[in-house]
C-alpha cells in the first residue's frame, strides 16, 4: 500500500515562528504537493514538486516556501508564521505518467492541523 | 480565473437513488486528466475515479461513473443506488502538464447527505 505520512497530526504554533511541516512517501513518487484545505474553499495548491530539487508555485506561495532535498521527502516551511495560516494542510504524491499508466492519482497523507496563536 | 468549479455546496439525496454532483474545468491544455476523490468525516481523501482528456469512453468504477463532455469542459460524478456512506465532501481535480510536470487542482468540493 501507498503510504504518505505527515510528521504531525496536530500543531500549534505561535505567531512569527518558523514551523516546519514534513511529508515522506514511500513509493518513489516523482511528484508531490502541498495544499491546505478550508471550509468553503476546497483544497488549494500551495506548492508542488515534480522532482528532486525542482519546486514550482501553486495558486497560494505567499508565506510558504518548500524543500525536496530527496525524492521521498517534500517540506513545507512557514517562515514566519501568521494566525491566517491557521489551517489544514494536506500532502499528497503522485507517479509520473507512464505508457500503460496514463492514471495518475494522487495519494495524500492524513493531514496536519495546524494552528497558529 | 478558476481551474475547477463545482457549484454545488451542498446535495441531498435519498437512499438507493442516484446523483449527479456537477464539475466544469478550465484548461489549454491538449493532455489532462480529470479525478473524483471522496472525503468522509474522518478526513481521509479517497480516490474514486479518473477519465482521461483522449479516453473516449465514460470511465466507470463499480457505482460510480464520469459524465465526460469534452466540448463543455465537464466532468461530472455520478453516483448511482446512493448508500448511507456515501454521506462525504466529494472533490474534483484536473492535472495539467506535460510530461512529469504535474499540477494537480481542487474545486472546493460539493457536500453530499443520503437520507435514510
Known amino acids: 500500500d501507498v503510504k504518505v505520512t505527515q510528521s504531525s497530526r496536530y500543531l500549534v504554533k505561535r505567531t512569527g515562528e518558523k514551523v516546519f511541516l514534513e511529508c515522506v512517501q514511500d513509493m518513489d513518487h516523482e511528484n508531490m504537493f502541498w495544499y491546505r484545505q478550508d471550509p468553503g474553499l476546497g483544497l488549494r495548491l500551495i506548492y508542488f514538486s515534480y522532482d528532486v530539487k525542482m519546486k514550482e508555485k501553486g495558486d497560494i506561495p505567499e508565506g510558504y516556501s518548500v524543500s525536496r532535498e530527496k525524492k521521498e521527502r517534500f517540506s513545507l516551511i512557514l517562515e514566519s508564521a501568521s494566525t491566517n495560516q491557521t489551517s489544514m494542510y494536506l500532502c499528497?504524491?503522485?507517479?509520473?505518467?507512464?505508457?500503460?499508466?496514463?492514471?495518475?492519482?494522487?495519494?495524500f497523507g492524513q493531514g496536519t492541523r495546524l494552528t497558529v496563536v | 480565473a478558476q481551474k475547477i468549479t463545482q457549484t454545488q455546496p451542498g446535495m441531498f439525496v435519498q437512499e438507493k437513488e442516484a446523483v449527479t454532483l456537477d464539475c466544469t474545468y478550465d484548461t489549454s491544455d491538449q493532455s489532462y486528466g480529470l479525478f473524483w476523490y471522496k472525503q468522509p468525516s474522518s478526513g481521509e481523501m479517497i480516490f474514486l475515479i479518473y477519465?482521461?482528456?483522449?479516453?473516449?469512453q465514460n470511465a466507470t468504477e463499480g457505482r460510480y461513473s464520469l459524465n465526460f463532455q469534452k466540448a463543455r469542459k465537464s466532468a461530472n460524478l455520478v453516483i448511482s443506488a446512493s448508500q448511507l456512506g456515501d454521506s462525504a465532501m466529494y472533490f474534483c481535480a484536473m492535472r495539467e502538464g506535460p510530461g512529469g510536470y504535474q499540477k494537480v487542482t481542487f474545486g472546493i468540493g460539493t457536500k453530499l447527505q443520503v437520507i435514510p
Open positions: 477519465q482521461g482528456s483522449y479516453d473516449e
Open positions: 499528497a504524491s503522485s507517479p509520473d505518467r507512464r505508457e500503460g499508466r496514463p492514471n495518475t492519482e494522487a495519494f
